[in-house]
């Protein structure tokens, strides 16, 4: 079971990244995925959550209406739209198959001017 993710970067505030987990080694279309955030100093935080079909999602409160989770079961991805970044967003995210301890290695986020 293997989840690499990519996409992160430096971004000036208020500006966008996607993120992208590619998955394989398990069936991906069953399983619910989540991403999470962890910055220098603090605990890992989940940020977000869809539904093995795609259909139900869940923000955290710090996120919702910035971020969107999604996926596509046909390419074993799932991605995380982040718009209106803001210098606490930074930390580096990881995804994760809900129900397992199945991390990948995580993409840093940078949001900076």
């Known amino acids: 079971v293997q989840l690499v993710e990519s996409g992160g970067g430096l971004v000036q505030p208020g500006g966008s990244l996607r993120l992208s987990c590619v998955a394989s080694?398990?069936?991906?279309?069953?399983?619910?995925m989540s991403w999470y955030r962890q910055a220098p100093g603090k605990e890992r935080e989940l940020v977000a959550v869809i539904s093995s079909a795609g259909g139900s999602t869940k923000y955290s409160d710090s996120v919702e209406g910035r971020f969107t989770i999604s996926r596509d079961n046909g390419k074993n991805t799932v991605y995380l739209q982040m718009n209106s970044l803001k210098p606490e967003d930074t930390a580096v995210y990881y995804c994760?198959?809900?129900?397992?301890?199945?991390w990948g290695q995580g993409t840093q986020v940078t949001v900076s001017s």
């Open positions: 080694g398990f069936t991906f279309s069953s399983n619910g």
């Open positions: 994760k198959m809900l129900g397992t301890d199945v």
